[in-house]
């Protein structure tokens, strides 16, 4: 089940799958470690490009609303304003893991590439509540088969991938995904949207402007026990995507956009809660290689005019809003580590709830 099944009253027009991967080349691949009472994790993996030429530059930018998270790679995204390679997401303590794997897979897959430096973009939310985090149960190869499974098409959500022991606003989260159209004179571009959902207290959920958080106060082991973790706690990272060709820095504005999405879904940002925000153009292909050779040239980069960037900037809102619903509808109840329960979004009562608005 999806946002869209419920009836909700979502605003802006889909791609076919309503996903990220509606940005032709783009990828996702998952590796979802779920066994038994304490193992409940994995590893996301985006592909920018289709695996052929995912060595080939994006323009990108990142933003970061509260910096109590990690996303690897971020300085030298600042500094040349491009990424390249699979971008991971997966829990706080994988990291490390996570960063081999996508350099082993890079030497396996390209090696003349792996012979420059690399420095993978991986980031990461806590799954502590229902998983082993402490355990060393991802490792490089797992990253490597998230990879190796990335494909277009539909995207599967919820606990899945880096998901899989992720809470959203005291409900199960984990991973979602949403697209929108934007027509730009007789070309239409996608924007595409992917969360990894782990942030936001109960009281303050929304859904399509009606707060009903409150309403569904009951039922909340996370906030209504002696665990030590403040409500809200636990990050949200968010990648997006768009065949749109963009500079650098319009990248990191569509980046910025992304928590007025998560704000439409009730989150304030808790001082707890790492969000980071990557932001990336497949609309111009970028020099391949960080070493010169042969007679010096030029990059040339088409790109939207400013003046003409609003389009593109609702597109991130609406898509990453509907991303969090979408993780959120797709979210089951889980008991994982210690016996702690994450309970699923009450489809029934919020529907109930919606009808009454």
Same mark, same amino acid.
């Given at each position: 089940?999806?946002?869209?099944?419920?009836?909700?009253?979502?605003?802006?027009?889909?791609?076919?799958?309503?996903?990220?991967?509606?940005?032709?080349?783009?990828? #996702?691949?998952?590796?979802?470690? #779920?066994?038994?009472?304490?193992?409940?994790?994995?590893?996301?993996?985006?592909?920018?490009?289709?695996?052929?030429? #995912?060595?080939?530059?994006?323009?990108?930018?990142?933003?970061?609303?509260?910096?109590?998270?990690?996303?690897?790679?971020?300085?030298?995204?600042?500094?040349?304003? /491009?990424?390249?390679?699979? #971008?991971?997401?997966?829990?706080?303590?994988?990291?490390?893991?996570?960063?081999?794997?996508?350099?082993?897979?890079?030497?396996?897959?390209?090696?003349?590439?792996?012979?420059?430096?690399?420095?993978?973009?991986?980031?990461?939310?806590?799954?502590?509540?229902?998983?082993?985090?402490?355990?060393?149960?991802?490792?490089?190869?797992?990253?490597?088969? *998230?990879?190796? *499974?990335?494909?277009?098409?539909?995207? %599967?959500?919820?606990?899945?991938?880096?998901?899989?022991?992720?809470?959203?606003?005291?409900?199960?989260?984990? /991973?979602?995904? /949403?697209?929108?159209?934007?027509?730009?004179?007789?070309?239409?571009?996608?924007?595409?949207?992917?969360?990894?959902?782990?942030?936001?207290?109960?009281?303050?959920?929304?859904?399509?402007?009606?707060?009903?958080?409150?309403?569904?106060?009951?039922?909340?082991?996370?906030?209504?026990?002696?665990?030590?973790?403040?409500?809200?706690?636990?990050?949200?990272?968010?990648?997006?995507?768009?065949?749109?060709?963009?500079?650098?820095?319009?990248?990191?504005?569509?980046?910025?956009?992304?928590? =007025?999405?998560?704000?439409?879904?009730?989150?304030?940002?808790?001082?707890? /809660?790492?969000?980071?925000? =990557?932001?990336?153009?497949?609309?111009?292909?970028?020099?391949?290689?960080?070493?010169?050779?042969?007679?010096?040239?030029?990059?040339? =980069?088409?790109?939207?005019?400013?003046?003409?960037?609003?389009?593109?900037? %609702?597109?991130?809102?609406?898509?990453?809003?509907?991303?969090?619903?979408?993780?959120?509808?797709?979210?089951?109840?889980?008991?994982?580590?210690?016996?702690?329960?994450?309970?699923?979004?009450?489809?029934?009562?919020?529907?109930?709830?919606?009808?009454?608005?």
């Amino acid at each position: 089940m999806r946002a869209r099944d419920l009836g909700l009253r979502l605003t802006g027009d889909t791609g076919p799958h309503n996903a990220i991967t509606d940005v032709p080349g783009v990828e #996702v691949g998952y590796t979802t470690l #779920v066994s038994g009472d304490a193992v409940r994790t994995g590893v996301t993996a985006i592909l920018p490009r289709a695996r052929e030429d #995912v060595h080939l530059p994006c323009a990108a930018g990142r933003f970061s609303l509260n910096g109590n998270g990690e996303m690897t790679g971020s300085a030298l995204i600042d500094e040349i304003g /491009s990424v390249r390679l699979p #971008v991971l997401i997966t829990n706080t303590h994988a990291i490390g893991p996570c960063h081999r794997g996508v350099i082993d897979w890079v030497a396996r897959e390209k090696p003349a590439v792996a012979e420059q430096w690399l420095l993978p973009v991986v980031a990461e939310t806590w799954d502590g509540y229902l998983n082993d985090i402490n355990g060393p149960h991802i490792q490089p190869a797992h990253a490597v088969a *998230a990879i190796d *499974a990335a494909a277009g098409g539909p995207v %599967a959500e919820g606990s899945v991938g880096g998901g899989a022991g992720m809470n959203c606003y005291a409900f199960k989260g984990g /991973s979602g995904t /949403s697209s929108r159209t934007v027509q730009y004179g007789s070309d239409t571009y996608t924007v595409g949207a992917f969360v990894q959902a782990n942030f936001g207290s109960r009281k303050e959920l929304i859904v399509c402007g009606v707060p009903v958080g409150a309403d569904l106060a009951d039922d909340n082991p996370m906030e209504d026990s002696d665990w030590m973790v403040p409500p809200g706690a636990g990050s949200v990272i968010v990648v997006i995507a768009t065949d749109a060709p963009m500079l650098p820095g319009q990248c990191t504005a569509l980046a910025r956009r992304v928590p =007025l999405g998560l704000a439409r879904t009730g989150t304030t940002g808790s001082h707890f /809660s790492g969000d980071l925000f =990557l932001a990336f153009s497949t609309g111009n292909v970028l020099t391949p290689s960080e070493f010169p050779t042969g007679d010096p040239g030029y990059d040339t =980069l088409r790109h939207i005019p400013w003046n003409r960037m609003d389009d593109f900037f %609702a597109a991130v809102v609406h898509a990453v809003e509907e991303a969090v619903l979408n993780a959120l509808v797709a979210g089951e109840t889980m008991t994982g580590r210690l016996g702690r329960r994450s309970p699923g979004l009450p489809i029934d009562r919020l529907r109930d709830l919606l009808n009454r608005s």
